[in-house]
């Protein structure tokens, strides 16, 4: 089967590149790790790869707030054909410093650029590195979470992933519209590694240290409304081997972020 | 027209977050704050209209779902809310602003070509009843720091785009060659030096011999070469040591401490695996047939005291660049924290001292900042509190990198050119290297604010990548990190085989107005130095230009083994470099050692079991003990991908790792692994630095091994931090703690690799003129290779059923326990070596990679006592353990109290499951280990006496926890709002 080629945007001050990488091969794609500049020099074009991936870190060092630069240059300097890739339904990911961007940039969740949505420093005011439980809220639109049977754990790693809404309009129009991909989910019982139904009809709030940022409705992810533009706080990329898993020397398992993957690769294939 | 604008960025309400501040203001004793509202300003000079200021904030400055933003001119004020009192706190001209230098940049992009500069500063609105003088106090003892700050009550009044003033800019003579030594002396300390006479002397005759005068450029040259910092000259002296007990005084005459005792280890052993041992920026061994890894331990101890964020951000900066240094890619990080009690009263401490609260938050912080944004995961460390770093906190910096094999080319030729890679030169981080040397006052922090710098982590990451293609391209010679010394020690050390010749004017400057010694001795960050054949320049320049890396050519390398400095036209310095390297006058150290005698108990200092109980809750929630989460969990330990074996491990992901295991991207395709761990326990450097020095090689091995590592390849690191060592006591106590190095290192068959000493810990109080010098503090830092990562082991009890055993001997050694310690004690028993130590770590470790072993944990703090509480409360398992059944050594009668609590070298905990039991005791045979009790599912530690099987007590895990883990539900660990 052919590989398609995936593009991982790095900005200066990235630094999960190359696990992202890492990721996108194992799920079945091509990775290849592109310098910004390399793009806005016309070495590399976005448009000869199918699936792109913005990857986590501290871009420009997060000065002026946590991805805004990066996503300055997103509308400024790559609107066009990053608009071209977004309106074909190729898959675009951003995980952690790319959400952010991809969310200052107003491609998240998108429909125009006012940006009504944004990710903010943690309610604890600092930076927190911990495991989370991730749950595909039902009936989202996003075509990375499709077809998950279990919940995906893996580590958020950061100081600014309060996901935080202009007004309840728009926190309505996330969940009315099925923009809401992923929530931060508790567990009944911490040590509970049971396969749980990804589906669940009433939300009860996760709390601390669950929703490790305070976010909102304990949103951890988001979608546009095409489903093929996905962002979320935490690293899926950091669970790809059973061996990264906390507790896999109590024999613990599951919770790949590797499905994600799989699925982002799945959908860029239709495109080579 | 030239403006300056000022843009308040203020969150909207209800999108504050969690501040320390309301906490740390109580702390200070000031009761009205209710509100605090902290804001960003931006201040921007410059001939701008309002709608390229309304972009600026609408593109770069606001976000509107959270915040808004009021801008004026800043010449108007901005009013205070009612109610309020505003502190406004803004950075001294000159000192490193990466948001404003983001801000700048960005604004050109978008062509807002006015901007003539930026500066961001901090605003702060106090809500509630609190007095200008209550403000101040807040503003100086939390909010300001002078070394780099500036504050106001009100509207800060900007320095932003304020040229400095122009001089002229050349070398100085400074005559010496005529000087008395009084008058030596005085030019030593007035220039801050660092020297002392017979180094003077040697200075002086070096220029007498030249026919001329020194420039400054030249005097500033030796004193950094010749600091402690760079040279090392108390660990190269000559030492007349003196011991004296009662069985009499021994004399020694000891011709270098390094090579006498660390370095001799090393060769001793003469580990085939070892490639590079105190040669390179940083020790290297083999890993894999394709790679090899490097480890380097850095102290940032006095620039941390002085401003706590910059130096220890600065302090990662500096050990990442170390590793940078060896051609190799950072991997992980560790730290090593000392501070003074946190909940000391700001009347105990000492003049011109900052409170250790305030050290501390701002050292944490400033490791995060560094870490995280480098990517680089930080995955081991300690964190000690005691009275003695009040005045001198310590920060051990390590990080451990991978390259592929023989990538690290270490030969500068003649005609190569020499490069700067990365951060621009300013005046930061001035006489760093002989402000190292020197004994912090009260007064230091105000004659030596330029010795702080302020990294900037996103720089040296695009520096990091750039090299990583230079590497991989083989485009360069030679690579050093410029840290301490700057550009003089980076140079002249990679030239001193060859010679140098340098053009200062050529080095790119942050700001005019810097005179050539500043530049050649300024000690700013993120800064490499690469030795370049010409040919590779122009791939090397387009490579830089990818990924946004200044880099200059600043000179060659030629063949007269000279050290040339040019400014334009002018020579500023021409020195041999055998002068220069090995001119220095051998330093002689008196060093004397007499053991101290401390109170110890003769009998026993409990009744009941219920006493005991009491105790070991009491070590676990003592602050040294207790769990750090709060802190660990505010540095990324995951990026990389690595972190087989985390920090935390368990059933609920919160129990103490004995060391972390990694299995790096370049191997992710197999199994082997990383092992990182540490010693430290100053506690036994009161009574006796020899033993501190074999516990913490003990320790450093046992933590490795418990997670898998293979005791057959294990690298250790020794770091130093310590008093004046001209002071004979403190220099006795050196000598003894380089004779454990020695005896420990071949104990275990594990070399030195790598070390660093940071000496003259010491303050003097201003008002008394006493002298106080740190616990002698001795970390050894171990990497060792885990030859499958699947086997690897955790610390947390794993099911009801298993088998308990102590692997290796106990013994009555409470001195300097934990135990001793909540009762006021300090004691002389303090452990001594383990003599089976190293065979059990081999048996250990083939039952460990036979899957014998479902969990290990050390002995260390607390003895056996601690680490049963802490596998059962990580298992969330219960234990019933029987005393009668722990192997000991020594005649002295069983009491459960040494038993317990005793901190005797080279011990295990081990949970076997049954069907493995015959099996590992197969293994272990031999070696001291006993069964001495079971994993129960009922949630408490229970343990039976010695004589027959009496229950001494039983702790609820719920009891357990809340001694380990209690205070974590403090203001200081986040909470859900909303």
Redesign the interface.
């Given at each position: 089967m052919k590989r398609p080629r995936v593009l991982i945007m790095h900005a200066p001050g990235t630094n999960r590149d190359r696990e992202a990488a890492l990721a996108c091969e194992l799920a079945g794609g091509s990775a290849e790790i592109v310098h910004i500049n390399q793009l806005m020099a016309d070495e590399r074009e976005l448009r000869a790869y199918q699936m792109l991936v913005l990857p986590g870190g501290f871009s420009y060092g997060d000065s002026l707030g946590a991805g805004r630069l990066w996503a300055n240059d997103l509308y400024h300097r790559f609107s066009q054909a990053l608009d071209a890739f977004v309106a074909a339904g190729k898959p675009v990911m951003g995980i952690c410093n790319g959400f952010q961007a991809l969310v200052k940039a107003g491609y998240l969740p998108g429909n125009g650029w006012r940006q009504r949505v944004t990710l903010t420093h943690n309610r604890s005011g600092h930076f927190e590195c911990r495991w989370v439980r991730l749950r595909a809220s039902a009936e989202n639109r996003c075509l990375f979470t499709r077809g998950l049977d279990e919940d995906i754990l893996c580590p958020v790693a950061h100081g600014e992933g309060r996901l935080a809404v202009a007004d309840e309009a728009a926190r309505e129009e996330l969940w009315g519209d099925g923009l809401v991909a992923l929530t931060y989910f508790a567990p009944a019982n911490p040590a509970d590694n049971t396969k749980l139904s990804p589906s669940v009809a009433a939300r009860r709030p996760a709390g601390y240290p669950n929703n490790p940022n305070g976010s909102v409705d304990d949103i951890a992810g988001l979608c546009n409304h095409a489903g093929n533009v996905f962002g979320l706080m935490p690293h899926p990329e950091d669970h790809i081997y059973p061996q990264q898993h906390p507790r896999w020397t109590r024999g613990e398992a599951g919770g790949l972020g590797i499905h994600l993957f799989r699925n982002g690769v799945r959908a860029a294939r239709a495109f080579t | 027209m030239d403006r300056i604008y000022r843009v308040e960025v203020i969150p909207l309400t209800g999108?504050s977050?969690?501040?320390?501040l309301l906490s740390d203001i109580a702390a200070l004793g000031i009761r009205g704050v209710q509100r605090v509202v902290r804001c960003d300003l931006f201040f921007l000079r410059g001939d701008l209209t309002e709608q390229e200021v309304a972009r600026l904030r609408d593109?770069?400055?606001v976000?509107?779902?959270?915040q808004r933003a009021l801008w004026r001119l800043a010449a108007g004020k901005s009013p205070t809310p009612p109610g309020a009192i505003r502190i406004e706190v803004g950075l001294l001209q000159g000192v490193t602003d990466?948001?404003a230098?983001?801000?700048y940049a960005?604004a050109k992009?978008?062509g807002v070509s006015g901007l003539r500069a930026a500066a961001s500063a901090q605003s702060y609105l106090l809500f509630g009843a609190l007095t200008p003088g209550e403000a101040h106090t807040i503003a100086q003892r939390l909010l300001c720091n002078d070394v780099i700050q500036h504050y106001e009550l009100g509207c800060l009044s900007p320095q932003v785009g304020i040229d400095p003033p122009l001089t002229e800019m050349h070398a100085e003579p400074v005559s010496i060659t005529d000087l008395s030594d009084e008058e030596l002396l005085r030019v030593s300390s007035e220039r801050l030096l660092s020297l002392d006479l017979a180094e003077m002397h040697a200075v002086r005759a070096y220029f007498v011999g030249e026919g001329r005068e020194p420039t400054d450029v030249e005097l500033e040259s030796i004193a950094q070469t010749w600091s402690e910092h760079c040279g090392h000259k108390t660990f190269k002296g000559i030492v007349e040591y003196v011991e004296s007990s009662d069985e009499g005084i021994v004399r020694e005459r000891i011709d270098s401490l390094l090579r006498t005792y660390i370095q001799a280890a090393t060769k001793k052993i003469d580990a085939p695996w070892v490639r590079s041992s105190f040669v390179d920026d940083a020790g290297i061994i083999d890993f894999t047939e394709d790679y090899e890894v490097s480890f380097k331990v850095e102290t940032h101890n006095h620039p941390s005291a002085l401003e706590p964020f910059g130096g220890a951000n600065t302090g990662i900066g500096g050990v990442v660049r170390d590793i940078m240094g060896v051609s190799a890619r950072p991997i992980a990080n560790t730290d090593v924290l000392c501070f003074g009690p946190l909940g000391i009263e700001m009347e105990q401490l000492p003049a011109g001292v900052l409170h250790p609260r305030r050290i501390y938050n701002g050292v944490v912080?400033g490791i995060?900042d560094y870490g995280?944004?480098?990517?680089i995961p930080t995955v081991n460390g300690a964190i000690v509190f005691d009275h003695g770093y009040i005045a001198n906190p310590l920060v051990y910096c390590g990080c451990v990198g991978i390259a592929p094999c023989n990538s690290h080319p270490r030969e500068p030729r003649p005609g190569d050119l020499i490069v700067v890679l990365g951060g621009r030169t300013g005046r930061d981080g001035l006489h760093g290297a002989t402000f190292s040397s020197i004994e912090l006052t009260d007064e230091t922090g105000e004659t030596s604010g330029g010795a702080v710098q302020i990294g900037?982590?996103?720089t040296e990451?695009?520096v990091l990548?750039a090299i990583l293609v230079a590497r991989d391209e083989r485009l360069y010679h030679a690579i050093t990190d410029c840290g301490g010394g700057g550009l003089s020690s980076a140079v002249s050390e990679m030239g001193e085989g060859t010679g140098v010749s340098v053009w200062l004017d050529r080095v790119p400057l942050k700001y005019l107005g810097l005179q050539p010694w500043e530049i050649w001795l300024s000690e700013a960050q993120e800064r490499m130095i690469l030795a370049v054949p010409p040919e590779n320049e122009s791939r090397l320049r387009r490579i830089c230009?990818?990924?946004?890396v200044e880099m200059s050519v600043i000179g060659r390398f030629t063949g007269d083994r000279r050290l040339h400095l040019h400014y334009e036209d002018e020579a500023v310095a021409d020195l041999s470099m055998a002068f220069l390297h090995k001119g220095i006058p051998l330093r002689k150290l008196k060093a004397t050692w007499t053991r101290p005698t401390f109170d110890e108990p003769d009998g026993p200092i409990w009744s009941v079991g219920a006493d005991l109980a009491q105790d070991l809750l009491q070590v676990l929630a003592h602050p040294n003990v207790r769990s750090k989460e709060d802190v660990v969990?505010?540095?990324?330990?995951?990026?990389?991908?690595g972190?087989?074996?985390?920090p935390?491990?368990?059933?609920?992901?919160d129990g103490p790792s004995d060391a972390a295991v990694l299995?790096p991207?370049e191997v992710?395709d197999s199994w082997p692994g990383l092992a990182v761990g540490c010693g430290f326990n100053p506690a036994y450097g009161t009574i006796d630095p020899y033993a501190m020095a074999i516990a913490a090689i003990d320790e450093a091995v046992r933590n490795v091994v418990a997670v898998g590592a293979d005791p057959e390849h294990i690298a250790i690191l020794d770091n130093f931090c310590w008093g004046n060592p001209l002071q004979p006591d403190r220099m006795g106590g050196l000598v003894r703690a380089c004779k454990g190095c020695y005896d420990g290192a071949l104990h275990y068959g594990t070399p030195f690799i790598s070390g660093k000493d940071s000496l003259n810990n010491e303050y003097t109080d201003g008002e008394t003129g006493q002298q106080a010098a740190i616990p002698p503090s001795l970390l050894i830092s171990a990497l060792g290779i885990v030859p499958d990562?699947?086997h690897?082991?955790?610390m947390?009890l794993?099911a009801a059923g298993g088998l308990v055993y102590l692997v290796g001997e106990t013994r009555k050694e409470l001195g300097g326990s934990f135990y001793y310690r909540i009762h006021g004690l300090v004691g002389n028993s303090v452990p001594g070596i383990a003599q089976a130590g190293p065979a059990t770590a081999r048996a250990l470790h083939r039952a460990i990679g036979a899957g014998l072993v479902r969990a290990c944990h050390d002995c260390s703090e607390g003895g056996l006592a601690v680490a049963l509480a802490e596998m059962a409360l990580a298992g969330?398992l219960g234990m019933e353990v029987a005393l009668a059944e722990v192997p000991v050594a020594g005649d002295d009668r069983r009491e459960p109290d040494w038993l317990l609590f005793s901190e005797s070298n080279g011990r295990y905990l081990v949970e076997v499951p049954p069907e493995g039991a015959a099996a590992f005791e197969a293994q272990m045979n031999q070696m001291p280990c006993s069964r001495i009790g079971h994993v129960v599912d009922s949630p408490s530690l229970t343990v039976a006496d010695c004589q027959g099987h009496e229950t001494l007590f039983s702790l609820p895990l719920a009891t357990i926890r809340e001694a380990w883990r209690g205070h974590l539900q403090g203001p200081s660990?986040?909470?859900?709002?909303?």
């Amino acid at each position: 089967m052919k590989r398609p080629r995936v593009l991982i945007m790095h900005a200066p001050g990235t630094n999960r590149d190359r696990e992202a990488a890492l990721a996108c091969e194992l799920a079945g794609g091509s990775a290849e790790i592109v310098h910004i500049n390399q793009l806005m020099a016309d070495e590399r074009e976005l448009r000869a790869y199918q699936m792109l991936v913005l990857p986590g870190g501290f871009s420009y060092g997060d000065s002026l707030g946590a991805g805004r630069l990066w996503a300055n240059d997103l509308y400024h300097r790559f609107s066009q054909a990053l608009d071209a890739f977004v309106a074909a339904g190729k898959p675009v990911m951003g995980i952690c410093n790319g959400f952010q961007a991809l969310v200052k940039a107003g491609y998240l969740p998108g429909n125009g650029w006012r940006q009504r949505v944004t990710l903010t420093h943690n309610r604890s005011g600092h930076f927190e590195c911990r495991w989370v439980r991730l749950r595909a809220s039902a009936e989202n639109r996003c075509l990375f979470t499709r077809g998950l049977d279990e919940d995906i754990l893996c580590p958020v790693a950061h100081g600014e992933g309060r996901l935080a809404v202009a007004d309840e309009a728009a926190r309505e129009e996330l969940w009315g519209d099925g923009l809401v991909a992923l929530t931060y989910f508790a567990p009944a019982n911490p040590a509970d590694n049971t396969k749980l139904s990804p589906s669940v009809a009433a939300r009860r709030p996760a709390g601390y240290p669950n929703n490790p940022n305070g976010s909102v409705d304990d949103i951890a992810g988001l979608c546009n409304h095409a489903g093929n533009v996905f962002g979320l706080m935490p690293h899926p990329e950091d669970h790809i081997y059973p061996q990264q898993h906390p507790r896999w020397t109590r024999g613990e398992a599951g919770g790949l972020g590797i499905h994600l993957f799989r699925n982002g690769v799945r959908a860029a294939r239709a495109f080579t | 027209m030239d403006r300056i604008y000022r843009v308040e960025v203020i969150p909207l309400t209800g999108q504050s977050r969690d501040d320390y501040l309301l906490s740390d203001i109580a702390a200070l004793g000031i009761r009205g704050v209710q509100r605090v509202v902290r804001c960003d300003l931006f201040f921007l000079r410059g001939d701008l209209t309002e709608q390229e200021v309304a972009r600026l904030r609408d593109e770069l400055l606001v976000d509107p779902v959270v915040q808004r933003a009021l801008w004026r001119l800043a010449a108007g004020k901005s009013p205070t809310p009612p109610g309020a009192i505003r502190i406004e706190v803004g950075l001294l001209q000159g000192v490193t602003d990466s948001v404003a230098e983001n801000l700048y940049a960005r604004a050109k992009l978008l062509g807002v070509s006015g901007l003539r500069a930026a500066a961001s500063a901090q605003s702060y609105l106090l809500f509630g009843a609190l007095t200008p003088g209550e403000a101040h106090t807040i503003a100086q003892r939390l909010l300001c720091n002078d070394v780099i700050q500036h504050y106001e009550l009100g509207c800060l009044s900007p320095q932003v785009g304020i040229d400095p003033p122009l001089t002229e800019m050349h070398a100085e003579p400074v005559s010496i060659t005529d000087l008395s030594d009084e008058e030596l002396l005085r030019v030593s300390s007035e220039r801050l030096l660092s020297l002392d006479l017979a180094e003077m002397h040697a200075v002086r005759a070096y220029f007498v011999g030249e026919g001329r005068e020194p420039t400054d450029v030249e005097l500033e040259s030796i004193a950094q070469t010749w600091s402690e910092h760079c040279g090392h000259k108390t660990f190269k002296g000559i030492v007349e040591y003196v011991e004296s007990s009662d069985e009499g005084i021994v004399r020694e005459r000891i011709d270098s401490l390094l090579r006498t005792y660390i370095q001799a280890a090393t060769k001793k052993i003469d580990a085939p695996w070892v490639r590079s041992s105190f040669v390179d920026d940083a020790g290297i061994i083999d890993f894999t047939e394709d790679y090899e890894v490097s480890f380097k331990v850095e102290t940032h101890n006095h620039p941390s005291a002085l401003e706590p964020f910059g130096g220890a951000n600065t302090g990662i900066g500096g050990v990442v660049r170390d590793i940078m240094g060896v051609s190799a890619r950072p991997i992980a990080n560790t730290d090593v924290l000392c501070f003074g009690p946190l909940g000391i009263e700001m009347e105990q401490l000492p003049a011109g001292v900052l409170h250790p609260r305030r050290i501390y938050n701002g050292v944490v912080s400033g490791i995060e900042d560094y870490g995280n944004k480098m990517g680089i995961p930080t995955v081991n460390g300690a964190i000690v509190f005691d009275h003695g770093y009040i005045a001198n906190p310590l920060v051990y910096c390590g990080c451990v990198g991978i390259a592929p094999c023989n990538s690290h080319p270490r030969e500068p030729r003649p005609g190569d050119l020499i490069v700067v890679l990365g951060g621009r030169t300013g005046r930061d981080g001035l006489h760093g290297a002989t402000f190292s040397s020197i004994e912090l006052t009260d007064e230091t922090g105000e004659t030596s604010g330029g010795a702080v710098q302020i990294g900037n982590p996103i720089t040296e990451k695009m520096v990091l990548d750039a090299i990583l293609v230079a590497r991989d391209e083989r485009l360069y010679h030679a690579i050093t990190d410029c840290g301490g010394g700057g550009l003089s020690s980076a140079v002249s050390e990679m030239g001193e085989g060859t010679g140098v010749s340098v053009w200062l004017d050529r080095v790119p400057l942050k700001y005019l107005g810097l005179q050539p010694w500043e530049i050649w001795l300024s000690e700013a960050q993120e800064r490499m130095i690469l030795a370049v054949p010409p040919e590779n320049e122009s791939r090397l320049r387009r490579i830089c230009q990818d990924h946004w890396v200044e880099m200059s050519v600043i000179g060659r390398f030629t063949g007269d083994r000279r050290l040339h400095l040019h400014y334009e036209d002018e020579a500023v310095a021409d020195l041999s470099m055998a002068f220069l390297h090995k001119g220095i006058p051998l330093r002689k150290l008196k060093a004397t050692w007499t053991r101290p005698t401390f109170d110890e108990p003769d009998g026993p200092i409990w009744s009941v079991g219920a006493d005991l109980a009491q105790d070991l809750l009491q070590v676990l929630a003592h602050p040294n003990v207790r769990s750090k989460e709060d802190v660990v969990r505010r540095y990324d330990h995951e990026v990389q991908g690595g972190t087989v074996i985390k920090p935390f491990v368990g059933v609920q992901d919160d129990g103490p790792s004995d060391a972390a295991v990694l299995r790096p991207l370049e191997v992710a395709d197999s199994w082997p692994g990383l092992a990182v761990g540490c010693g430290f326990n100053p506690a036994y450097g009161t009574i006796d630095p020899y033993a501190m020095a074999i516990a913490a090689i003990d320790e450093a091995v046992r933590n490795v091994v418990a997670v898998g590592a293979d005791p057959e390849h294990i690298a250790i690191l020794d770091n130093f931090c310590w008093g004046n060592p001209l002071q004979p006591d403190r220099m006795g106590g050196l000598v003894r703690a380089c004779k454990g190095c020695y005896d420990g290192a071949l104990h275990y068959g594990t070399p030195f690799i790598s070390g660093k000493d940071s000496l003259n810990n010491e303050y003097t109080d201003g008002e008394t003129g006493q002298q106080a010098a740190i616990p002698p503090s001795l970390l050894i830092s171990a990497l060792g290779i885990v030859p499958d990562v699947r086997h690897s082991c955790t610390m947390d009890l794993k099911a009801a059923g298993g088998l308990v055993y102590l692997v290796g001997e106990t013994r009555k050694e409470l001195g300097g326990s934990f135990y001793y310690r909540i009762h006021g004690l300090v004691g002389n028993s303090v452990p001594g070596i383990a003599q089976a130590g190293p065979a059990t770590a081999r048996a250990l470790h083939r039952a460990i990679g036979a899957g014998l072993v479902r969990a290990c944990h050390d002995c260390s703090e607390g003895g056996l006592a601690v680490a049963l509480a802490e596998m059962a409360l990580a298992g969330g398992l219960g234990m019933e353990v029987a005393l009668a059944e722990v192997p000991v050594a020594g005649d002295d009668r069983r009491e459960p109290d040494w038993l317990l609590f005793s901190e005797s070298n080279g011990r295990y905990l081990v949970e076997v499951p049954p069907e493995g039991a015959a099996a590992f005791e197969a293994q272990m045979n031999q070696m001291p280990c006993s069964r001495i009790g079971h994993v129960v599912d009922s949630p408490s530690l229970t343990v039976a006496d010695c004589q027959g099987h009496e229950t001494l007590f039983s702790l609820p895990l719920a009891t357990i926890r809340e001694a380990w883990r209690g205070h974590l539900q403090g203001p200081s660990v986040g909470r859900e709002r909303d």
